[in-house]
């Protein structure tokens, strides 16, 4: 029996058919629509190290959540498999004024001071991070394509110490942020308006900046503990 149909026998047989199914699970829509896990909460097997194969210590499963730890020096980590198009459905849990986040289109030959570079969904604490008022734009706050453009400004997060659900759609050369249910941020790839802002960003200076075609999913180690699980991910081509 699979994890999924043991978790609803057990919420049957206890008369549970409202509860909800544990985290780190498909569930039977999930899978059909071709959802897939990049953690199942107990093995971190669909990641690497940016640099190395192997993942530090300083990633940890704490209660089925894939967690860095604070001050660990860990490393980034990313996918062992590249992605192109795509839904990318993840939660995270923020520390007092913590920092993280979610690149993608991540290539480790480009890695420059041991961090990957590539588009970034920001994972911050905006109010206990001093990087949400680096910019008057906003482009460094939660949400956010990582000092280049901001999220918009009505989004909706939640506390500190609670779950926010973050998600990334790719499709060709249009991208989305989402932010617990709603999109917060869209652009295009490419356009002018986007390589605009990127020329008034940090990565002015590389070539083509965001508009790889493909690319690894990272998770950023910032120093500071943030817990991530319910990684699913779903192939668009």
Known sequence: MSKTSWILACAIALGGLHLSLADNVLTPTEAAEGWRLLFDGVSMDAWKGLAKPEIAEGWKIIDGALTITA?????????REKFRN??????????????????????????????????????????GHKDAKVREDGSRTLASLYDVLPAAKSKRSRPIGEWNQGRIVVRGRRVEHWLNGDKVLEYERGSAPFRAAVANSKFSKIEAFGEWEEGHLLIQDHNDEVAYRNLKIRVLD
């Open 71 to 79: 001050k660990a020096k860990a490393g980034d980590i990313i996918t």
């Open 86 to 127: 795509f839904d990318f459905s993840f939660e995270f849990r923020l520390t007092e004024g913590a920092n993280s986040g979610i690149k993608y289109f991540i290539d480790p030959a480009r890695a420059q001071g041991g961090h990957g570079i590539g588009c970034e969904y920001q994972v911050l604490d905006d109010a």
